[in-house]
Structure formats: structure tokens, C-alpha cells
């Protein structure tokens, strides 16, 4: 697994893939973005044992010198000892719509652990509400729901966290796209 942040810039992911190839590994899954003018991202790969030393020191020569922040760690596989992998369902999207507020990222999480939710990816933004009326929080939210857990319930523990928020959960099954989100 490696991540990665720094001050954005074109033709990161260009390199960084190059880089994979010269070294044979093959890019299973990755996420980037950009937020506040830096540029960060995960990438797992799939590298033979006898080449990841290599490509660890490519990658840090490489994006080191250019004032980035590397990472690079091997991933256990989901069947290792230690490894927890929760009996989910297939994805949900939740859209959280709201009045801003300090605290509402952690009320929001302290609800979804509560209701025993998986978090895939977490999205969230502000923005202007209409007709001059503060501040919006917005999220999108993709989860896994633990077996047994009720969709209704998971709702009705969102919508407690303040009259305002507004709960939008897909309750069918959102489509897998190639990168695992």
C-alpha cells in the first residue's frame, strides 16, 4: 500500500504508475484527491516480495525530492491473523444533508459505529444554503451494514443527531464501480 500527499501538481498518478510498471507491480485499487490545494492518495498494489524494495526506494527518490510525503506499507492478507473483516452486506449510500455545526463529522461517525456500520468512503463538503440561510454540511457516505442490522434503524440513529439533518439512505445495493467504492 502506498500513500501519498503534497502540494498538487500534474502528472502524479502518470508517474506513480510508471513507476509500478517499471517495477511489475500491477495497481489493484487506488483513491485520490484534492482538497486545499494538496494533493493526497492510496494505491494498493500487488508487487512480487523480491521487488518491493526496489520500487519503495523508486517511489520515495522520486516524490521525496519533490516535497511529498510517502508511506509505504505491505497490506496483510484479509485471511491473516489479526486481520478483522466484518460480515457485511452489499454497499449503501447514505446523503447527509444538514445545518453546519462544529462537531457534525463526529456525531455523524459516533452514529454509524453505533448502528455497527462499516465505513467504505466518507465524502463531505459545505456550501451555501439558500436564500442566505448559513451554511449547509453535506456527506456522502458508502457503508456496509452488519448482518442483522436494520436499514430503519440506522436512518432513525442519523436523524436523532439533530432535527435538521436530513437522511437519504439508498436502500438498494449501490453498484461496485472497478475501484472497490
Known amino acids: 500500500m502506498v500513500t ?5 501538481r500534474e502528472g502524479l498518478i502518470s508517474e506513480l504508475a510508471a513507476l ?3 517495477h511489475e507491480g500491477n495497481w489493484l485499487d487506488s483513491s485520490f484527491a484534492r482538497l486545499a490545494g494538496k494533493f493526497s492518495g ?7 516480495p523480491e521487488r518491493a524494495d526496489a520500487l ?10 519533490r516535497g511529498w510525503h ?17 460480515a457485511t452486506s452489499s454497499p449503501r449510500l447514505l446523503h447527509l444533508v444538514g445545518h453546519d455545526r462544529p462537531g457534525m463529522v463526529a456525531e455523524v461517525s ?6 455497527r456500520l462499516t465505513i467504505d468512503s466518507f465524502d463531505s ?11 449547509l454540511f453535506e456527506a456522502d457516505v458508502v457503508v456496509r451494514l452488519a448482518d442483522g442490522t436494520d436499514a430503519d434503524a440506522v436512518r432513525d440513529a442519523l436523524e436523532e443527531i439533530a432535527a435538521e439533518l436530513m437522511v437519504d439512505l439508498d436502500l438498494d445495493d449501490t453498484p461496485e464501480s472497478g475501484d472497490g467504492s
Open 20 to 22: 509500478v510498471a517499471q
Open 56 to 65: 519503495d526506494a523508486a517511489v520515495r527518490a522520486h516524490l521525496e525530492e
Open 4 to 8: 501519498v500527499i503534497g502540494d498538487d
Open 125 to 135: 463538503w459545505t456550501s451555501a444554503a439558500p436564500h442566505g440561510g448559513g451554511v
Open 110 to 115: 459516533r452514529a454509524l459505529g453505533a448502528q
Open 42 to 48: 492510496v494505491v494498493l498494489l500487488d508487487i512480487a
Open 70 to 86: 510517502v508511506e509505504i506499507a505491505p497490506v496483510p492478507e484479509a485471511s491473516a491473523p489479526g486481520v478483522h473483516v466484518p
